[in-house]
């Protein structure tokens, strides 16, 4: 059924994609906008949109206040760090799902997936616990490990996807050449799947970098990742909006502009299994 | 050496048996043809002599050796897949070479094996392209050439040609054969083609069911096959297989005569029928007979033979290539 497109309706249907994209962004383009407010506009009422007094101080004082390089590394670590186990465990579990299935592979991952339907807050104390007995509170090692855990089934998840497509005629041709099993999973599997791997690494990467249950309940100085940052900043003392939002911003900056620059990448790996 | 041999060899899914007893000799450098009707096991059966399946009964043996649990890698065969199963990142040069590379031979070394491959391929052109740049003859081109440059004990093909056009198919026919000679490899195919069976073999396997129906070389089994199943199912158009009182006329519970070996005759013949249709394919009249109380018979007459549909006609089967059957279905030998 084809439609005529006229003029109207091309202009009308552009207007409303911009004012959706515009209202979803709204959120961002105001904390950006606050963080170079002085304290005293950020609350003023009818809110200023354009015409205040530009300042960074906030910036300034975010910088001096609290250390958002030591922060930042440490989100780094733990985005990278978790991801890389979560890739090194999921890999294989992914390949044995796809290419050698049993009976029970389907409710292994249905099993997977349902734990995340539980709340995070449900374990908090047998966490906190296990993590403060074995000396695991505030540092990366037990950080990465529980944000693997915790992303370990959505990785799973969208490697199996992506592996199912690929014919297993392949990685048998391999088997017949020779390949072992690890030859095969490096030089056969991982080139196929290259881009669904990356869209999973992407996805991890930013989920690891938001995740703030566990990075604010589990670390206090030493391993505390940007959430910490920002949560810092809505003090016992009081509220100071700007200075929040200067934060939040200098937090979601360096993930803005990875999911900008991957943005093409990541819409064609988790539309992949979709479109077929 | 490629002798391969099947001892018992059992296959069940689940509990579903697939292969259900299966003994077999491949002499080394024999070419062997694995046909049945669909779903009948001889992709299985070939995946478990591959190693891709493991077995679930029996003994596989490869130069002597039993290799029932050895993983395909160390198995020392090559498997051609009807879909090809090229490595789609890797150019063809890569592609022909990776068994190599997996084998740790020298690059300078492998470099030269892979172009000498190409070259009896005439692949030579295409080295640095990849899969997804070449047409589908060439694809199998690079299939084959993955699997002659490894010098293995013996090639896997699995319908390696039905993805291709006829006159493509011939083509590649004759050019497998030719390899094969050549190589003097030891060689398993699987397919439905009758020609390709009949034209290719050393030896063929005719399997239903899981199971071994009768080996043996084309002619054996055209001329002599073992049951009403192998009688029915090698040759094409079919024999002619019938039973009750025209049967037991010739002493068996089922006779079976092959299109050629029906005459014709307006006058007088054994049984009066009336052609249905009649195909010419120029060399060979095919004609489509209703008898009576038989049924359907299907006649070969060579050249042109003027009969038209609803024409009467008397036919007479050559007594001496009437192939009998008792009651189980079995050949009776005079
Ligand atoms: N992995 C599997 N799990 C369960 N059943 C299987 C599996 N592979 C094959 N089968 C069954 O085994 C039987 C034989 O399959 P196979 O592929 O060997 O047949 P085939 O003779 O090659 O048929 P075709 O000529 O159609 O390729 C079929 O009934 C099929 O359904
Ligand atoms: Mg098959």
Partial sequence: MARRITTTRRITVTAAGWLVGFLIFFPILWMVLTSFKTELDAFSTPPQFLFFHWTTENY?????????????MNSIILALGSTLVCLVVGIPAAWSMAFAPTERTRQTLLWMLSTKMMPAVGVLIPIYLLFRDTGLLDTHVGLIFIEFMANLPIVIWMLYTYFKEIPKDILE???????TIGKELVFVLAPMAV??????????????WNEAFWTLNLTTVSAAPLTAFIASYSSPEGLFWAKLSAASTLAIAPILVLGWFSQKQLVRGLTFGAVK | MGKIELVGVEKTFGHVGVIKGVDLQVEDGEFVVFVGPSGCGKSTLLRLIAGLEDTTGGRILIDGVDVSDTPPAKRGLSMVFQSYALYPHMSVRSNIGFGLRMAGVPKEERNRKVEAAAAVLNLTAYLDRRPGQLSGGQRQRVAIGRAIVREPKAFLFDEPLSNLDAALRVNMRLEIARLQNSLGTTAIYVTHDQIEAMTLADKIVVLNAGKIEQVGSPLELYDHPANLFVAGFIGSPKMNLVSGAAARKHGAATIGVRPEHVSTSPTIGEWEG??????????????????PDIGDITVRAVGELALKPGAKVFLTPDISRIHRFDRDGNAVRN
């Fill in chain 1, 195 to 208: 881009p669904g791997i990356a869209s999973t690494v992407l996805l991890n990467i930013i989920l690891a």
């Fill in chain 1, 60 to 72: 300034a004082i975010v910088q001096t206040r609290s250390d958002y390089v030591h922060h930042a």
């Fill in chain 2, 274 to 291: 009336v052609v249905s249709v009649a195909e010419h394919v120029g060399s060979d009249t095919f004609l489509y007979v209703t008898v």
């Fill in chain 1, 173 to 179: 041709a391999a088997r017949m050449d020779g390949a």
